[in-house]
């Protein structure tokens, strides 16, 4: 698909393969999970790599120095329930101290519309960077409206994680929300008509937690 401002499509070769034996109709549950943990983790090692550091004095076993740490800024990490739950633990594995807010969204199997049911953030929102994580970005609905429901709470700098992508997603998400950073490792070909990605992978959901 075309460039859009601030959406990023990963390469890494590692990331590519292991978003491969995802979409692979015989990769079981353990593994699947495994792998979007490892796929979350790599992909925020990319989409963080703007965090701010200061130098601090550390002593080695040599010699005193000054070195750099990560900086004031807070974080927290927003799965869109539940298929971005998934995620959540590779990139607290990187950042540890993030906190974690969830959003429950479910979409209408008819009309394909997402629907919110739950929201909780941490609080005071508005200074913290915010990661919103969903490995399918396939009409985008659930996206907007969860960084609309964030926005609202106060949330100022987001940035949105996804697995994979489908190109009308992508541009939804893009257009609404044109100040948010989008990373995904892969965008496929289209939507069809149930609104799932092609080639995609199925129904993440259903095989992050052996459902179905
Ligand atoms: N959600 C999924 O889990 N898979 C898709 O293909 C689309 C939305």
Do not use: W
């Amino acid at each position: 698909m075309e460039k859009l401002e601030n959406v990023v499509e990963l390469t890494h070769p590692l990331l590519q393969h292991k978003i491969t034996m995802l979409r692979d109709k015989n990769t079981g549950t353990a593994e699947f999970r495994a792998l979007v943990e490892e796929i979350a983790m790599l992909e925020a090692f990319e989409a963080l790599n703007d965090l701010q550091t200061v130098d601090i004095e550390c002593e080695t076993p040599i010699e005193k120095c000054m070195a750099p740490v990560i900086a004031g800024r807070k974080m927290a990490i927003v799965p869109i329930l539940r298929a971005g739950l998934g995620m959540v633990n590779g990139i607290q594995r990187l950042v540890p101290t993030a906190k974690i807010g969830h959003i429950g969204m479910y979409r209408d199997e008819e009309t394909h519309e997402p629907h919110e049911y739950y929201c909780k953030l941490p609080s005071p929102i508005e200074e913290r960077l915010i990661v919103v994580t969903d490995p399918m970005l396939a009409t985008g609905g659930s996206a907007i409206d969860a960084i609309d429901l964030i926005k609202q709470h106060g949330g100022k700098r987001i940035k949105f994680m996804a697995i994979i992508g489908a190109p009308e997603g992508v541009r939804a998400l893009h257009e609404a929300h044109p100040d948010v950073q989008i990373y995904i490792g892969h965008i496929d070909r289209e939507l069809n008509s149930d609104a799932y990605i092609c080639p995609g992978l199925g129904d993440a959901g259903d095989r992050i937690f052996g459902t179905k």
